[in-house]
């Protein structure tokens, strides 16, 4: 039994010695433990909060759902209805902006875009022309009725 304490005093000491605390690492580590603890305890108060905000709440919302949903759909219908007109609209501008030269923000974008599609519909015509005369030469060397005599 001694000879088991004496190694575990002995690997404590070199633990000790090989890891050394200094005073900047304490004062970080009690920090880190004062701001988790706090972090925690704040939590904890905001769900007890939003629990019992929501017991007292429910009788009151089950008494005025028939007020309460029609009114949720309509405000949901009219902002979402504000928020697109406007998009639209800044749309619009922009679109406007755009062909009469003032170079909107993101203009660069769509012209580079626009670059890009032109260059790979004439790739793409290229190369159906080029598939085009491959099967006429095709064609006219399958159709060749001249007898070589």
């Known amino acids: 039994m001694d000879n088991a304490k004496t190694r575990a005093n002995e690997l404590y000491y070199r633990a000790q010695e090989n890891a050394p605390l200094n005073q900047r ?3 970080g580590l009690v920090t880190i433990l004062v701001a988790l603890g706090t972090i925690t305890f704040i939590a904890g108060l905001t769900l007890t909060g939003t629990t019992l905000g929501f017991l007292f709440a ?14 949720a759909i ?5 902002i ?9 609209a800044s749309f619009v501008v922009w679109v406007y902006k755009y062909y009469k030269g003032a ?3 993101g203009s660069d974008q769509v012209d580079a875009a626009r670059y890009r599609i032109a260059e790979g519909a004439k790739e793409v ?8 005369e491959d099967v006429q030469e095709f064609v006219s060397q399958k159709t060749d009725t001249s007898v070589a005599a």
Do not use: E, M
Not at 80 to 88: D, T
């Open 103 to 105: 170079h909107p923000v």
């Open 58 to 71: 429910s009788p009151l919302l089950i008494i005025f759902s028939p007020i309460l949903i029609p009114l």
């Open 125 to 132: 015509r290229d190369k159906t022309y080029a598939v085009a």
């Open 74 to 78: 309509f405000a949901f219908v009219a």
């Open 25 to 27: 690492q304490a004062l």
């Open 80 to 88: 979402s209805s504000l928020l697109s007109f406007g998009g639209f």
